[in-house]
């Protein structure tokens, strides 16, 4: 049976809901602050909490599995149960778990997210791509095949970052531009008759200044865009950065400042309104 790629059904999302991607991150000062334990029970309650608060208003989640991962099975077995819920209001599942390495490795890790056999099916990942670009093939034909999205950091808002991503080969492109071009290679033939955006997008922080070289060569990406809110960067921060074109591709990405607005339920909706207003009007 035919599937929905991931790019045409977040569009349609995107347009009914907001492109706006609340991220799921359960850390322990988060945990505290909702009067939570740091245990596998409290990342659970604080991933059904958030969903259950904001409902059928946001297009797509993004939990970060290390959170859940930290408390082993107990943990994995809570991100589930979120995973599930998120995706019964209808929204998308993006797990936040940058994976990277070569080969059955790396089929593996995309089995255990990508398709319906899944372990714990989720509609898009994040991955880390400097083991080669090369190395994600397979992961990419798998999300194809899934009807899934993949997101990997190519330019990330971490300062430590910037040497390697900057770094010049011999072509003179940066790494981080030589990438971009691999990514739009793997988009070729896939995109989307909704946006023009292909299976694989792209991570790029909303903290940075440089970065139109490398959005410039992601034309055919969604861009997950992190930083915004606690990290320092606005909407208008990623209008202005990233240009038009690729701001009407973007998820904006919110993480903390929605989640400390709780465990109110109505703090959080008002904080999560604002924030969808702004997100559709880089779509403007």
């Known amino acids: 049976m035919p599937v929905t790629p991931f790019a045409d059904r977040f569009e349609t999302l995107a347009t009914a809901r907001s492109p706006l991607c609340v991220g799921l991150d359960p850390a322990p000062e988060t945990l505290k602050a909702w009067d939570l334990p740091y245990s596998a029970e409290g990342v659970r309650v604080f991933g059904l909490e958030m969903v259950e608060a904001l409902g059928d208003r946001i297009a797509i989640y993004k939990p970060q599995v290390a959170f859940y991962e930290r408390f082993g099975w107990k943990g994995l077995k809570a991100l589930e149960e979120v995973v ?30 990508l398709g319906e056999d899944a372990g714990t099916p989720v509609d898009a990942i994040t991955l880390g791509a400097y083991m080669g670009s090369g190395s994600l093939k397979p992961v990419v034909d798998r999300a194809v095949q899934a009807g899934a999205g993949l997101f990997v950091v190519v330019r990330s808002s971490n300062p430590d970052g910037i040497v390697l991503q900057n770094a010049r080969q011999e072509d003179d492109r940066t790494v981080a531009e030589a990438l971009a071009d691999d990514l739009t290679l793997f988009n070729r033939g896939q995109l989307s008759k909704l946006n023009g955006a292909g299976p694989v997008g792209a991570v790029v922080g909303a903290t940075l200044d440089d970065a139109e070289g490398v959005l410039d060569r992601l034309r055919t990406s969604l861009i997950l865009a992190p930083g915004i809110g606690a990290q320092g960067a606005t909407m208008a921060d990623v209008k202005s950065r990233f240009g038009r074109d690729a701001a009407r591709r973007t998820l904006p990405t919110v993480s903390r400042q929605i989640a400390h607005a709780g465990p109110n339920r109505a703090a959080i909706r008002e904080t999560t309104e604002r924030l969808r207003e702004e997100a559709f009007a880089l779509r403007g």
């Open 84 to 113: 599930r819920h998120i995706r019964s209001t209808g929204a998308l599942a993006l797990a936040d778990i940058k994976r990277m390495d070569i080969g059955h490795t790396l089929e593996a890790y995309a089995a255990a997210w």
